[in-house]
């Protein structure tokens, strides 16, 4: 067992910093003595003779003006003591005393107290399995083990100009803060990247970086070969999106898929696709991506929320999009759960719904097929005003923290106002990244409380109605899975049972579903706004 001392040098007595990390460096597996407060260094020398350490870990939190000779007496100590050059000495101290500490050569490590405390889980973890590399792995299930227990961090990044985005990207992975950059690429690349005679100029840049080669692709990549070397992914597109999935592949190492079930299409006018062909097409590539052994993310249960359907059709659609994941040979699932959509819904409603999803989801998990859980913010419960947008960004992922995710995508605490910036990104990382830290050195357990599982079964309950009114579609049981089959699921849309009020008009959906909020949740509604139960929905709709 590799063993620490710690000890306060100096006129220091200012125990709390070094004391905790000693903690930390116990729970790591190490041994661990603390010699006290305000130790001369001959005294630190005769303990440190006595204890043999590997490291010592000196804390000094005083001004700097008394600290040089100090370190000049601990610098001569060393250089005539024999046994205390091969150990390994460290501090914690203030960022003026640290710019001094550097000067003197001594220290392999210093720590300012900017650091949170995964980063000295980080450095203890390295030291003692004697890790030098400091680049993660760059494959997300082995990324997601070297993380733990914290979950790795995503943001999405792309500016109206592809040197802008590049520029961002070296920045963004020079901090070390994120894991994973979501590239976001411009309307004009998402539905016509193999057209671009189709594109149309003036929305070049139009939400996001337009790439208009896979040589602009291989070029994000190379950017972010930097810094702590994040995994880089990005949307199939709107069209030939099976050409899409192997270019991302091919040039970025796209770490997961992320493809919707019934979106980007003529649902949406995200492209010109039939609905029941896209569902067919969104299937493929799932395929596709299953065979290649590369993670699928189907973008679903959040469409249907951002269009205010009741929390039971999104219950439904979350369990769809992962039923159908699985059936079409995904063994990885990243199965994201965002909160806060529709805006008006509570926190302990909110928490509820995705409870409900989970336990659907993961009643699929066998040999051959996990899930990932991913959570996010909704974007449209962020204000405009930055200082309760922060607020936003830190208590809703404190929420999300109760589903012990494996992956947290922080949605920018500008993003109301603007598309986030390299700095902004940063920002809104270190807000996310305190409170994460906050929730696993210890948090209640909110998923207890009795308004949250009562809502939770509730829907559980009303999810189960809509699939089985889905699977009742197939009046002649000429479909193997209805659940799964491209024209039972598109009729599904068709017929209402899965509708939205922001549908009204679209053709390729009913369109006529009525929602309204009780007490943070989303209900059915009927003609008079008055919430019904999803039996009472479900029982006026002919099939």
Request: charged share 25%.
């Amino acid at each position: 067992m590799k063993k620490i001392l710690g000890a306060c040098i100096g006129s220091c007595v200012h125990v709390a910093g070094v004391l905790n990390f000693l903690n930390i460096a116990r729970r790591s597996g190490y041994g661990t003595k603390f010699s006290g407060s305000a130790l001369n260094i001959d005294d630190l020398a005769a303990e440190i003779s006595e204890y043999s350490p590997d490291i010592v870990a000196i804390s000094y939190r005083l001004s700097p003006e008394s600290i040089m000779g100090v370190f000049e007496e601990l610098r001569a100590k060393i250089k005539k003591t024999p046994s205390l050059k091969n150990i390994e000495f460290i501090l914690g101290t203030t960022g003026p005393v640290a710019e001094i500490a550097k000067q003197t050569g001594i220290f392999d490590k210093i720590f300012t107290g900017e650091e949170s405390s995964e980063d000295v889980e980080a450095y203890l973890k390295k030291v003692k399995i004697l890790k030098i590399s400091e680049v993660p792995p760059g494959d997300l299930i082995k990324r997601i083990e070297y993380r733990e227990p914290f979950p790795l961090i995503r943001h999405h990044f792309g500016r109206p100009a592809l040197k802008e985005t590049l520029d961002g990207i070296k920045v963004i992975a020079d901090s070390g803060l994120l894991d994973i950059i979501s590239i976001g690429p411009d309307q004009n690349t998402q539905e016509f990247f193999f057209h671009p005679e189709k594109m149309d100029p003036k929305q070049d840049g139009a939400g996001g970086v337009p790439l208009r080669s896979e040589d602009d692709f291989k070029k994000l990549y190379e950017a972010s070969r930097t810094g702590n070397h994040p995994l880089l992914r990005c949307y199939s597109g709107t069209n030939d999106i099976l050409k899409m999935a192997k270019v991302l592949y091919d040039n970025i190492k796209n770490a997961w898929c992320a493809i919707p079930l019934f979106w980007y299409n003529e649902l949406d006018n995200r492209s010109s696709r039939k609905l029941v062909e896209s569902i067919a097409e969104n299937q493929s590539v799932m395929k596709w991506h299953g065979r290649s052994g590369i993670p699928v993310e189907v973008n679903e249960s959040h469409h249907w929320s951002l269009r205010y359907a009741p929390d039971a059709i999104a219950v439904a659609a979350a369990y769809l999009a992962a039923y159908n994941a699985k059936k079409m040979g995904v063994g990885t699932y990243i199965s994201q759960y965002m909160f806060n959509t529709p805006p008006e819904t509570s926190f302990t409603m909110d928490l509820a719904k995705m409870l409900a999803k989970i336990e659907l989801i993961e009643t699929l998990h066998d040999d051959s097929f996990r899930t990932i859980r991913e959570t996010r913010a909704g974007l449209f419960s962020y204000p405009a005003d930055f200082d309760g947008s922060k607020g936003q960004l830190a208590s809703s992922t404190m929420l999300q923290m109760q589903l012990e995710p494996e992956i947290v995508h922080i949605v920018g605490y500008c993003e109301a106002d603007h598309a986030a910036g390299p700095d902004d990104i940063i920002e809104s990382a270190k807000i996310a990244g305190k409170v994460i830290e906050n929730c696993i050195y210890g948090c209640p357990d909110m998923k207890k409380d009795v308004q949250v599982q009562k809502r939770k079964k509730e829907l559980i309950g009303e999810a189960g109605l809509i699939l089985n009114k889905i699977k009742s579609l197939d009046k002649k049981g000429a479909f193997p899975d209805p659940l799964a089959s491209p024209g039972i699921l598109a009729m599904a849309v068709k017929t209402g049972i899965l509708d939205a009020p922001h549908l009204c008009g679209v053709k390729a959906a009913q369109g006529t579903i009525l929602t309204v909020f009780v007490d943070g949740k989303n209900y059915s509604a009927d003609r008079s706004f008055g919430p019904i139960s999803e039996k009472e929905r479900l029982e006026g709709i002919s099939v």
